[in-house]
C-alpha cells in the first residue's frame, strides 16, 4: 500500500478526484466560502501528504490567529444583533416597553463584551509599545542614532485603541442591507476560523504543487469567477504558465 500511495498515478487520482466531482456541483456563496473549500479540498489526499512526509508542525501562531478569528466572529455577531434590534425597533407599529427592556439588556451585554474586546487590544497595544521604546532604548544605548517616535511621549492609556461606534442606518431598507452585509461578514470569518483549524497541520503548498493539477484549480476559479491570486501565488503561478489558459469547463 505504501508504494501505491506514492505512485504518480494515486497522487494524480486521489487529489484530483475529489476536486473534480466538485466542479460540477452548484453552489451560490461568497468568494471567502469558495476558497475555504479549495483549502479543504487541497487537504483531502491527507493519506498522501503523510505517506510523503508533507505534513508540517502546527505553526507558532496557530492559537493566537484562531483567537483573532473568534473574537472577531464575536464583534460582528454583537453587530448583527444590533442591527436586528435596531431593526426590529424601528418595525414597532407601537412602542412595546417588554421588548425594550429586552433589547436594552442585550445592549448592556454587548457593550459589556465590547469593552473587554478593547482591554485586551489595548493590553496588546501596550505590550507592543513596550517592546518598541525598550529596543530603541538599548539601540541609543549601543550609541546608535534613533529617530524620535511620536508613541515616545504619547502617554495615553488607550495606546491607540479606540472604540469605533457603528452608525444606525436611517431607514428599514438600509438597516437590513447593513444586516446582510454583517450575515456575510460573520460566514466569511467562520469559513477562515474552520479552514485554519482543519488544516493547521497540513502543507497545503505542497498539495498544490504536487498532488494537484493545477488545470483543475485554474478552471474551477474561471468557473466559479474566485480571483486566482487567491488561491495561486505568483510562483505558482509563474511555474505553472501552461496551466493557466485552460477553459472554464475543461475536465481532469
Not at 454583517?182 to 504543487?209: F, P
Request: proline residues 4%.
Amino acid at each position: 500500500m505504501q508504494r501505491i500511495a506514492r505512485s504518480p498515478f494515486f497522487v494524480s487520482f486521489n487529489g484530483e478526484e475529489p476536486n473534480e466531482r466538485s466542479r460540477g456541483e452548484s453552489v451560490d456563496c461568497s468568494p471567502c466560502v469558495l476558497l475555504t473549500c479549495v483549502s479543504l479540498v487541497s487537504s483531502v489526499p491527507s493519506c498522501v501528504v503523510c505517506s510523503g512526509n508533507h505534513q508540517r508542525s502546527i505553526p507558532k501562531g496557530h492559537d493566537a490567529a484562531i483567537q483573532k478569528l473568534k473574537e472577531n466572529i464575536e464583534a460582528v455577531t454583537d453587530d448583527r444583533d444590533e442591527m436586528e434590534d435596531w431593526i426590529e425597533e424601528m418595525s414597532e407599529k407601537k412602542k412595546d416597553k417588554a421588548a425594550a427592556a429586552k433589547r436594552e439588556q442585550r445592549a448592556e451585554e454587548r457593550a459589556e463584551r465590547r469593552g473587554l474586546r478593547l482591554d485586551r487590544l489595548r493590553e496588546e497595544a501596550k505590550a507592543k509599545f513596550l517592546k518598541g521604546k525598550e529596543e530603541r532604548a538599548k539601540l541609543r544605548a549601543a550609541g546608535q542614532t534613533v529617530a524620535e517616535s511620536e508613541e515616545e511621549d504619547d502617554d495615553e492609556k488607550d495606546y491607540g485603541v479606540k472604540d469605533k461606534t457603528r452608525g444606525r442606518p436611517a431607514d428599514l431598507t438600509k438597516a437590513e442591507a447593513a444586516l446582510k452585509k454583517l450575515k456575510e461578514r460573520i460566514v466569511n470569518y467562520e469559513a477562515q476560523l474552520a479552514t485554519k483549524d482543519q488544516t493547521k497541520d497540513v502543507a497545503l503548498g505542497t498539495s498544490k504543487i504536487n498532488y494537484m493539477d493545477p488545470r483543475i484549480t485554474v478552471a474551477w476559479c474561471k468557473a466559479k469567477e474566485v480571483p486566482l491570486e487567491a488561491v495561486f501565488n505568483r510562483s505558482l503561478v509563474s511555474k505553472f504558465p501552461w496551466a493557466m489558459e485552460v477553459p472554464p469547463d475543461w475536465r481532469f
